[in-house]
């Protein structure tokens, strides 16, 4: 089902810090996984992806986790920066493959410097 | 890479009025785009899949007869908001596929003000 929060989560951390964003989702048939990055008043910007078959994927900053057994998945951040401020939403396919995806509840980020 | 826009970035009308909105793929086909809703402070709830050459499929919950779709091309869908009552009031974002469906490229977003 899609997950819809009326107050979104908030995460401060202090300049140079690495964040950790969490996510829950339900689908247990989504078998790829997105993290995406809006910033006020823009479109989401996608960060990274993972698939079913990983359990762990490393960007440039960045590294979401995937635990199937417990539908959860996480958003690492390393040594986060005032421009990474913004409010992070994770995504699943539902095990679709046309593109369809559904919105976890987002998080709000806010590093201070 | 690829690119996707929206227009108007932003739309303020009166209550009872009709709005489009467009949503192009700059350079890419898409016979399929999303459109979702955006309440603020809050996440982004899907509100229908447009398929170019056939009627757009519609979540539950969303009126079709309120949001009207309209895939006019391979590089364009349309969303009218019609007649716009204030709790329509919010941020409206498409999306389209890249080559690999698991690509999504989102648009700027719209933000629809309904006095």
């Known amino acids: 089902g899609e997950s819809v929060g009326l107050h979104l989560p908030t995460l401060s951390v202090q300049e140079g810090d690495n964040s950790i964003i969490n996510c829950a989702y339900s689908?247990?048939?989504?078998?790829?996984f997105i993290w995406y990055k809006q910033e006020s008043g823009k479109g989401p910007q996608f960060i990274i992806d993972?698939?079913?078959?990983?359990d762990k994927r490393q960007g440039q900053r960045v590294t979401v986790l995937l635990n199937k057994t417990v539908k959860h998945l996480s958003l690492q951040i390393a040594a986060t920066q005032p421009g990474d401020s913004a409010v992070y939403f994770c995504?699943?396919?539902?095990?679709?493959?046309?593109?369809?995806?559904?919105f976890g509840q987002g998080t709000i980020l806010t590093v201070h410097p | 890479g690829a690119v996707v826009s929206q227009h108007p970035s932003w739309v303020i009308c009166k209550s009872g009025t009709s709005v489009k909105i467009e949503c192009r793929s700059l350079d890419f086909q898409a016979t399929t785009m999303f459109w979702y809703r955006q309440f603020p402070k809050q996440s982004l709830m899907l509100m229908a899949t447009s398929n170019e050459g056939s009627k757009a499929t519609y979540e539950q919950g969303v009126e079709k007869d309120k949001f009207l779709i309209n895939h006019a091309s391979l590089t364009l869908s349309t969303l009218t908001v019609t007649s716009a009552h204030p709790e329509d009031s919010s941020f409206y974002i498409c999306?389209?596929?890249?080559?690999?469906?698991?690509?999504?490229?989102f648009g700027p977003g719209t933000r629809l003000t309904v006095l």
């Open positions: 689908n247990s048939a989504s078998d790829y």
């Open positions: 993972i698939r079913s078959n990983m």
């Open positions: 995504a699943e396919n539902g095990g679709t493959s046309y593109g369809k995806l559904t």
């Open positions: 999306s389209a596929p890249g080559r690999s469906t698991d690509t999504q490229y």
